[in-house]
């Protein structure tokens, strides 16, 4: 479950939010004064993301030389097909 608390609750109650993001896997967004400062998110979830960031950070410097005199426009619309092939994908269920 995602819940938005404001910067003042969350000085509250740091311990409570902790413990709703660590047991049941809660996310908590914090917003001050409408506006999102800051998401806690449970530690294994974001150590997943920094791994699947790292990867994609190794990918693409392992093809940036193969790539480097592709012309943007050119690399930009095989990005948009894939995503979109991805996106078609995950809304079929796959």
Do not use: F, H
């Not at 608390?5 to 740091?14: D, G, I, N, Y």
């Not at 150590?47 to 426009?73: C, F, G, H, M, T």
């Amino acid at each position: 479950m995602k819940r938005k608390v404001s910067a003042l609750e969350a000085r509250r109650k740091l311990g409570e939010l902790l413990e709703s993001v660590y047991y049941p896997g809660d996310e908590v967004v914090i917003e001050r004064a409408g506006k999102v400062m800051a998401v806690i998110v449970p530690a294994e979830r974001y150590e997943a993301i920094e791994r699947s960031r790292n990867r994609i950070l190794q990918l693409v410097e392992k093809n940036w030389e193969r790539n480097k005199d592709v012309p943007y426009e050119t690399i930009e619309q095989e990005v948009g097909k894939a995503v979109a092939e991805v996106r078609g994908r995950n809304k079929r269920g796959r």
